[in-house]
């Protein structure tokens, strides 16, 4: 298959993922990049909460119900905008008031203020989803890791059983009661229920979806919040986006962790309007009222992506909330505001920090399978967070000067803009008590929201650091068309001195070239900022999705029996099949049912004797009665190695090559990879 052929997947993948929510912020008012940057998040909380809500009221989560939800839901927006049209008039967060300051579209031209926001979002998205294209490989590649398990798995599961509901998804059974956030899995399966096609293929491209198009938008957003609409900062935030190695890319290069790489393509949205919110928005509004609006509609998406993320969320928005409270009492000694309103955001602030504490301790998961440990020291920790290349990437030679002059900017600027720098900062202690601080309580704090994984942290940082870089490349914008217009007058006053006729032309040609000058720079960022620091996780990518004879989770062998299955194995049976070879594949890659679809979860008895004890069906008495229930007359023996290093927990299937279980018969076989059937009386 060929990227080409994925056309309409992609098609039906950005349906999903956008036009709910692009119906739905434009029946309420929203406009041009709000418009584009919000509408995934908006529709991510849709498809999670319908999936959620749709089991209580006996509906099946399908396409019909997805969509027909967005449509009654656009049409009550529209009818709240008839009745509150007075009340709501210019109250949504997506007014784009004009920006003036350094290099606003005055100065570069009409055309460049125009252009800024959709080509840096065309330029992420190109460079984006060609290295995803190029690191998946084909299509129907996967990634050869551990979680994706559960992952693919889980898209089936939806997509067959109907129920997406993250409150019963965690243990992927029909009467699971384990939470597992689902939203993600959620659209995946609407889009392979509207396709069809296969669960790696749909998996691929909604995961270049979300890198290439729904996190440089969301970035876009973030700055613009923290900005404004000047083109210089909304270009380089779209180009710099996809030169950061921590994300999007690491969080498919390790895990896989796809629900955190669609979460925090999410945040920097949810972050700007937590921003917009509490009134710390360069392009205040007149209300709360809408962004509050904006964030109730976008915070569930997040949440029910990965609640580790909203966590993110509130320890980000934790300093502008402080900021806020510091300027209300600016404002009162200017005589701006009133003492009432200082002390009302003191108190909220001392809420917010109160209610982030209890939500910090509360919300975590266990700690079980939380195996990582520091791995360098605090001066190279530094060194990573300041070059933006954790976990020992290659450092960038864009990031690393843009990031120091840019907390150069943040320090001249330090009186009004310190809580974006204490957003920063958030962002880097995490990264370095994780990565480089003695295990202990401390650690566990602050990290075990995470896993206390120094990879989950470290692909945070470019949230918090795109700020830092962007005012650094708007800084050095400035510098270059100042010296541009420098270069101009000089020419134009030598002109003057030898009498040439030309010098008016020489001086209308200044705006021109300034933003020539500026676009110029812009390209230079975007083709330098795809040096160095991205080869190492590119690799990575290209080596995870490779499938050879020696994969680690399904390997040629393996798949090519898979591949077989659907037309050896009755629909309506069950497969027995090793998690831990990557056996469970089985039912994402060939839609035949298996006995334990990811490696962790609850195990009926049923299901903990034929794993056990499969192979003992000819004179255990207890087996048969198990294989007759389930229906799992059938066995997949892929050898005996396992996707992580740990002892196999499961060995009812160890005697089959062995000659010692009888009544089981070798079916099919594909190099070492065997298929089995036992018969019971």
Known sequence: MTWMQTIPTFAAALAVMFAPGLAILAAGGVRRLNLAALSAPVSTTLSGCIAVVAPFLGQPFTPVLYFGTAAVVCLLVVAIRLVLRVRTEGLHPTAELACNGPLAHQDLGRMTAVLAAPAGIAVAALVIGYRYMSGFGSPENFSQTFDNIYHLNAVRHIADTLNGSSLTLGNLTPDSQAFYPAAMHDSMAVVAQLTGESIPVV????????????????????????????????????????????????????????????????????????????????????????????????????????????????????????????????????????????????????????????????????????????????????????????????????????????????????????????????????????????????????????????????????????PVVVLGAEWLAWRVRAATEWLIRSFAMRATRTGAKNLTTVSGIAPITSAVSVWVLIAVLATMGQGGTLSIVQKRISTIWALTSASDLVDSDELALIDRIPALVPSTDTIVANPYMGGSLVYALADRSTVAPHVFGNRTPDEETVLDHWDEAAYNTAVCPAIKRLKAYWALDFGTQTVIPMPDPYVGLNDLTSGLAPRVTLVADQGHARLFHVTCP
């Open 203 to 466: 998996v691929n491209v909604v995961t270049i979806a979300t890198g290439a198009l729904v996190w440089p938008a969301s970035c876009l957003f973030l700055i613009s919040r923290i900005v404004g609409y000047r083109p210089v900062p909304l270009m380089a935030a779209g180009v710099l986006s996809a030169g950061f190695s921590a994300f999007p890319y690491l969080m498919v290069a390790f895990g896989v962790l796809y629900p955190n790489h669609a979460a925090i393509a999410l945040l920097p949205a949810v972050l700007g309007l937590g921003i917009e919110a509490v009134g710390m928005a360069v392009n205040r509004g007149n209300s709360f009222g809408a962004p509050i609006i904006m964030i109730a509609a976008t915070l569930p998406g997040l949440a029910l992506t990965h609640p580790s993320t909203a966590i993110a969320f509130l320890a980000f928005l934790a300093p502008v909330v402080l900021g806020k409270a510091d300027r209300s009492w600016k404002e009162y000694r200017d005589r701006i505001s009133t003492r009432k309103i200082s002390w009302w955001w003191t108190g909220f602030a001392i809420f917010y920090l109160m209610a982030l504490t209890i939500v910090w301790i509360k919300v975590r998961p266990s700690l079980g399978a939380a195996p990582w440990t520091p791995f360098q020291s605090n001066a190279r920790a530094l060194g990573e967070i300041v070059s933006a290349a954790p976990m020992g990437t290659t450092a960038s030679w864009v990031l690393l000067p843009l990031t120091i002059i840019g907390l150069y900017v943040l320090a001249r600027r330090l009186r009004r803009m310190w809580s974006i720098l204490g957003v920063y900062l958030v962002g880097a202690l995490l990264y370095m008590v994780v990565s480089s601080w003695s295990p202990g309580a401390f650690r566990t704090f602050l990290a075990g929201v995470w896993y206390n994984d120094s990879f989950r942290l470290a692909a945070l940082l470019p949230v918090t650091t795109l």
